[in-house]
């Protein structure tokens, strides 16, 4: 009877209630390619990072980030959480054993009479187990093995953010120290064009209006500097604490650079950035983790649907009692029981419904949370696309132009040290060189900013793939 009854057991403890997950399909693969523009290629794409800067500098900052940044020891330990709170599911589902000793003393009340003996010792091993017939403990392990893949995708979520955190803190740094070294040469040259003006305007050949233009140039550039300085410094010590070092601790390794790479245009295929499956705005972090949780919860209502049914439990005892300590360990004191258990919810259906109401809410929210990060991350992917290919036009544009005014901020100089020119054209065209060599600087910035975006936009990942 015994062996019946367990084997009935096993038998419905093969059955699961609830909803079974199915991957919601919000956008087909053609409405995602030509979203995006994609071009699905026929093999794994390189994807472009920070790494193909071949910024050697950069990459040491990267790798010291992962080792010593706050927020990935943080997620790290998370995940740690998230391994042990599976593993505490799983072993709640399995069967429970204690070991166990007692005396145990009864003082019988005279108007009862008890068959137990006054007296006894008791050892051995107490067993039970809720017996998983329809699932809930399993559906709970699904919930919480989908809570371990988010935490994982959250670790690579941090990572490829404070990666491309770090880069761009990077490209500011080199940006501003790029801006503050044409700022003192171009300082440099203003004193020396102050100086010309100043000769003149002692040989009674130039106005006051011209020496006072001359030297409002100086003080202007000179102005910047200071300025310019705390920028960079700031810039210095936001990679600091990125790597999880003290302020000013990263001066000597960032001096160490011969070429700012802001001073050359980052060149690569602008085409391969549409060579992209329409699978890769799934395979962001952060849309794993919405995906996850959305697992977590889906498994989350089988858990209370399965609360509408029975709970078939078995108890039993393994061991040795005797009325003398010393006749315990004999083999006729060994003894044992076994109490199956059935448990069935009558009166509080009504608190059971509500929950499975209550749980398939939060699934309907999560379902649309995972909607939700699929279009962010095709808009910021897109956007990224955009920002790329328009800034590559407007650096053209923008070092043509510097070329063109440096030209002519050259000439007007050699034009007035001949007397050609008035002073104030020469002071426009040194505006305009200024303006026009900021612009370009910014506009290579720009780019090695948008490639960041979009590298982070994408996920991270540097290969991904096709589309099958």
Not at 68 to 87: D, F, V
Not at 173 to 182: P, S, V
Not at 192 to 206: D, F, H
Not at 321 to 338: G, H, P, R, V
């Amino acid at each position: 009877m015994q062996k019946k009854f367990l084997f009935l057991c096993l038998i419905l403890s093969s059955c699961t209630v609830g909803p079974d997950y199915e991957q919601p399909l919000f956008f087909t693969q053609p409405e995602i390619e030509n979203a995006l523009d994609l071009k699905t290629p026929l093999h794994s794409p390189y994807i472009i990072s920070p790494k193909d800067f071949k910024d050697t500098t950069l990459n040491q900052l990267i790798q010291k980030a992962y080792k010593n940044n706050s927020n990935i020891r943080i997620a790290l330990t998370n995940l740690k959480q998230s391994r042990a709170s599976l593993r505490i599911t799983m072993a709640q589902a399995a069967p429970n054993l204690d070991a166990t000793t007692s005396y145990n003393y009864l003082k019988e009340s005279q108007n009862v009479e008890s068959i137990l003996k006054e007296e006894y010792y008791q050892a051995g091993f107490d067993a039970s187990w809720e017996i998983d017939i329809f699932g809930s403990s399993r559906r709970q392990t699904e919930a919480s093995l989908a809570n371990v893949r988010a935490s994982i995708e959250n670790l690579k979520n941090i990572a490829v953010s404070l990666e491309a955190e770090v880069a761009q803190t990077y490209i500011n740094y080199r940006t501003t120290e790029q801006l503050l070294k044409n700022a003192k040469e171009s300082l440099l040259l203003q004193e020396n064009i102050y100086k010309t003006v100043q000769e003149k305007y002692n040989a009674g050949l130039a106005d006051d209006i011209a020496l006072n233009q001359a030297r409002y140039l100086v003080e202007t550039t000179r102005m910047q500097i200071p300025q310019l300085e705390t920028q960079k410094a700031a810039a210095s010590n936001s990679l600091s604490f990125l790597s999880g070092q003290l302020p000013g601790s990263l001066d000597n390794e960032l001096k160490k650079n011969r070429k700012n790479l802001i001073t050359d245009i980052f060149q690569f295929n602008i085409e391969n950035i549409y060579q992209l499956p329409a699978e890769i705005i799934r395979q962001r972090p952060d849309v794993r983790i919405a995906e996850e949780n959305l697992i977590a919860q889906n498994a989350l209502v089988g858990v209370a649907i399965a609360d509408m049914y029975p709970k078939i439990t078995l108890s039993s005892f393994v061991g040795f009692e005797a009325i003398q300590f010393s006749d315990i360990a004999q083999s006729k004191s060994f003894t044992y029981n076994l109490v199956p258990g059935i448990q069935m919810p009558l009166f509080h259906f009504g608190q059971i419904r509500q929950n499975i109401a209550l749980q398939e809410a939060k699934k309907e929210e999560q379902l649309i949370t995972y909607e939700q990060s699929l279009l962010q991350a095709a808009t910021e992917i897109k956007n990224a696309m955009i920002s790329i290919a328009q800034e590559y036009n407007r650096n053209k544009s923008a070092h043509q132009a510097y070329e063109e005014m440096q030209k002519a901020s050259q000439l007007t100089v050699q034009k007035y040290n001949q007397g050609l020119v008035e002073y104030s054209q020469v002071l426009d065209a040194e505006t305009r060189r200024i303006s026009a060599q900021t612009n370009m600087l910014q506009s290579n910035s720009n780019l090695y900013s948008n490639i960041i975006t979009f590298y982070k936009a994408i996920g991270g990942a540097s290969k991904v793939s096709p589309a099958k």
